[in-house]
């Protein structure tokens, strides 16, 4: 892909004059820098951006350094993932990354394309792996090639209001799960949260000094392995006991089996990010806490006021009228 294009590029990718491409530049409907010499120049996420906000169909992606089978419509998701797969067992870094854009810009969002075409992609090429039916090799270039479309992806989207609250996560000690949780980073960002992704393979004791030092509003926990049931369950009590109440902690992965489940206290489990999105939101939403993301960026810390109160910790009201028992709030989130 080309970093930046020109008006003229643009114009032919999606078939409209110059002057028009020209115009929303200096109307500023499109993001746009000039060069030294005067030019203008609109950065490539600028496009896919303005591509999927405007619905314009590009036409002749190759203009713009994008793979031609980018402009081919009529693409399912079911199809996407076998697609997505196949390119992925290929090391098909081009053809993986068209399918995943192309659905972009035909106003898929970022979390429908993880839950329903990335993450089932991997997971089959897991069960091909088990069965001999696919390399190691093939598995860890496969992880590769997601992260680096996941970062793409986190380019294009808008970013952050800067008085946006903050969301910081991981994955716990002996988990190197790192695709799932750049995944939780992106949705988070998506629902327009500022989030700081602490990485993977974090002791719960390093969570504590981060929600000390950035007092975010939210932190994830992504948790696809565990080496050790009894003691992670043990930590992670001590953990969220010593965590302020004003800080959510939101957990899923698939290491978090229902038994495990059992035996943890939490803000909210999604098995999804669809619901982890519909939650953020819903986090931030003046109907459920007369804040808004952009509104006041730090929650108080300290005393654990819901907890004591036998609030709910989200809500601040009163169970068990409007919260359901954190120990049975999977899916706390409303779908859509
Ligand atoms: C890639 C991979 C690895 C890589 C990971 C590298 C990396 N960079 O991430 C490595 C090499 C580390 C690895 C190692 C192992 N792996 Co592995 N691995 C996979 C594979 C193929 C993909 C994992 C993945 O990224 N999935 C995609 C993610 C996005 O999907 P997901 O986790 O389901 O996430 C979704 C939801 O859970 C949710 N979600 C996830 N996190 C969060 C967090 C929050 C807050 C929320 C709200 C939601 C949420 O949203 C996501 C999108 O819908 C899986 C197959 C599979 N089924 O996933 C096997 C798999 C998980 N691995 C498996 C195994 C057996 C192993 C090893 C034991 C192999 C071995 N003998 O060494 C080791 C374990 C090492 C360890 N310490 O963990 C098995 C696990 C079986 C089991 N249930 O125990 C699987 C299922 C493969 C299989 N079919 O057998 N693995």
Not at 16 to 28: A, F, I, M, Y
Not at 222 to 235: A, L, P, Q, T, Y
Not at 254 to 273: H, I, K, P, W
Request: aromatic share 6%; glycine share 8%; with cysteine.
């Amino acid at each position: 892909m080309k970093s930046q294009v020109s008006p003229k590029q643009l114009a032919r990718a999606i078939q409209v004059s110059e002057s028009s491409v020209k115009r929303w530049c200096d109307q500023g409907r499109i993001d746009t820098f000039r060069t030294a010499g005067g030019h203008r120049r609109i950065p490539l996420t600028h496009v896919l951006r303005f591509l999927r906000d405007h619905s314009y169909e590009l036409v002749r992606p190759e203009v713009l350094g994008l793979p031609a089978s980018m402009g081919e419509k009529g693409s399912d998701l079911d199809h996407a993932c076998s697609r997505f797969r196949q390119a992925l067992l290929n090391g098909d870094d081009t053809g993986a990354h068209s399918t995943i854009f192309e659905l972009f810009i035909a106003h898929d969002d970022p979390t429908v394309l993880m839950d329903r075409v990335m993450a089932p992609a991997l997971h089959e090429i897991g069960d091909l792996w088990m069965v001999g039916a696919a390399q190691v090799y093939q598995e860890r270039r496969a992880c590769e090639i997601c992260l680096r479309i996941l970062h793409e992806l986190r380019q294009v989207i808008p970013p952050p209001n800067e008085s946006a609250w903050l969301a910081i996560g991981g994955t716990p000690e002996c988990d190197p799960y790192y695709v799932p949780n750049a995944m939780v980073d992106l949705t988070l960002r998506w629902a327009g949260w500022q989030t700081n992704p602490l990485g993977v393979a974090l002791p719960f004791e390093t969570l504590r000094s981060a929600i000390e030092h950035t007092r975010p509003r939210l932190l994830w926990l992504s948790v696809s392995h565990i080496d050790d049931e009894e003691r992670f369950v043990r930590e992670y009590e001590r953990f969220y006991q010593a965590t302020p109440a004003g800080v959510a902690i939101v957990v899923g992965g698939q290491a978090l089996t229902e038994g495990v489940r059992q035996q943890m206290q939490y803000a909210s489990f999604c098995d999804n990010l669809r619901h982890l999105e519909t939650f953020a939101k819903s986090l931030a939403s003046p109907a459920v806490n007369g804040k808004q993301v952009g509104g006041d960026r730090e929650m108080p810390l300290g005393a654990n006021v819901a907890k004591a109160k036998g609030d709910c910790p989200l809500t601040g009201r009163q169970r068990p009228d409007d919260c359901e028992d954190e120990r049975s709030a999977e899916n706390h989130a409303p779908t859509r």
